[in-house]
């Protein structure tokens, strides 16, 4: 039984205890009976099921507020069961987070109550094969025709591309050079010029692809915000979604934390368990500590977030630099005491060695992390 120690810490309101303990019997009892051998089909069932039980109202808010206690809970929660499970949970709120922090209340209107209930999956396409890291170089465009925009160029490592109804994705509008000539815009699927140019496959398989529009048409009331926002919305979007990685992170840490520890308990090396030999004793104790300081970061970005702070880069950078790279030393960790066990294909720990690995490349690698609280810690120190 994983530890829940942490939810008497003050981060968190009676709520939050409430929803993570509904979840958890939830979880336990549902997430079983998804059949995973088709990732598509695994991803449309999990989307309405989560729907059907209430969960995904915590993904996007028509009044547009988002609790960021709530989203990182569900996200650790569903790490710990199921990885795809916390994929589409996590992209139902990623995909819709433009509308919901900076959506006109039509267009509020119209997504959310469907992303929320399930009815339709979403997607946030920023990506493109010249601008991963580096947004501000993007070069799709997006070109003022009368009472629409014309979208052309690609975007690629779009999770839930293919599968999503809806899509909120970037595109250069011109008013600046560079990071203020970009504009949001909601495109569905149906519209023409609209093409999946490839299927991405990975290590931990999910839903990724690689979109082409060649003279796509959407209205100008598809447009979030307003011209040249783009970067700004996708950076908000960011900033509130990143400590959910990270807490995303913190539940493959708690799998593999449990995973290990039945594994010492069991598994009897020279005649008593593992458990009972000090450098064992070690590796628990490192990989606990571990899980602790991720957790006490990943809810202090979220509970700062719900206390009214309009940004929290430096804290949400702390929290999912910290959180994804040691949860991958766990679960190496845990890989490595589960011997043989640990690599055979299928079994958690081995699942959970494949899952971790993207968590520290999207929504902002490692370093890029690094980046932002050097810039951060820097700015602080001169302001005085
Ligand atoms: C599984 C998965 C799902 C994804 N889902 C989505 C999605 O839904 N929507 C979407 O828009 N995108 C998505 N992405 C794309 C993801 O956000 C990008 O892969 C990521 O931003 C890195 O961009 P890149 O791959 O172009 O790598 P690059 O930008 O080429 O960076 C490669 C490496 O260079 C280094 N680096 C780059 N910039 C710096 C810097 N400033 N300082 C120091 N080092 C640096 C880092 O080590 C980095 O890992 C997804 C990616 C993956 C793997």
């Known amino acids: 039984m994983a530890d829940t120690s942490y939810l008497d810490w003050p981060f968190f309101e009676p709520r939050h205890r409430d929803l993570a303990a509904r979840l958890e019997d939830w979880a336990a009892s549902n997430l079983g009976q998804i059949d995973h051998s088709d990732t598509d089909a695994a991803c449309r069932a999990l989307v309405r099921a989560l729907g059907d039980a209430g969960f995904l109202e915590h993904s996007a808010s028509e009044t547009g507020d988002l609790d960021v206690r709530s989203l990182a809970l569900i996200r650790e929660t569903l790490a710990r069961h199921d990885g795809l499970a916390d994929f589409t949970f996590a992209m139902q709120g990623l995909g819709t987070g433009a509308v919901t922090l900076f959506g006109s209340d039509a267009q509020r209107q119209e997504w959310l109550p469907k992303t929320r209930s399930g009815q339709a999956i979403s997607a946030f396409a920023l990506t493109e094969p010249g601008s991963g890291s580096d947004v501000a170089s993007s070069t799709m465009t997006a070109t003022r025709n009368g009472d629409d925009y014309i979208l052309n160029g690609e975007k690629t490592w779009i999770s839930n591309g293919e599968i999503a109804d809806v899509y909120t994705l970037f595109a250069r509008t011109g008013e600046a050079p560079g990071a203020k000539g ?9 519209l023409p010029g609209f093409e999946v140019a490839e299927r991405l496959e990975t290590i931990a398989p999910h839903p990724l692809a690689t979109l082409r529009f060649k003279d796509c048409r ?16 996708a950076m908000s979007v960011l900033d509130v979604f990143r400590a959910s990685v990270a807490a995303a992170a913190l539940g493959f840490a708690r799998r593999a934390l449990d995973e290990s520890l039945n594994r010492v308990s069991n598994r009897r090396v020279q005649g008593a ?14 990989m606990a500590l571990d899980i602790d300081a991720a957790a006490l970061l990943v809810y202090r ?31 190496d960790t845990a890989v ?11 079994s958690a720990v081995e699942t959970l060695y494949r899952e971790i690995r993207a968590l520290r490349i999207y929504e902002g690698a490692s370093d890029v992390q690094r980046v932002v609280i050097a810039r951060q810690t820097l700015a602080q120190h001169h302001r005085g």
């Open 182 to 190: 970009l504009s949001c815009f909601i495109v569905t699927p149906d």
């Open 218 to 233: 959407v209205q100008a009331t598809s447009m979030i915000g307003g011209p040249g926002e783009g970067f700004r919305i």
């Open 273 to 286: 368990p593992l458990a009972e030999l000090q450098m064992v004793q070690g590796h628990i104790a490192d």
């Open 301 to 331: 970005a979220a509970w700062t977030k719900d206390s009214g702070a309009p940004r929290v880069t430096r804290e949400a950078a702390m929290a999912k630099l910290f959180a994804t790279d040691r949860a991958q030393e766990v679960i």
């Open 336 to 346: 490595q005491l589960h011997g043989g066990d640990g690599v055979r294909s299928g």
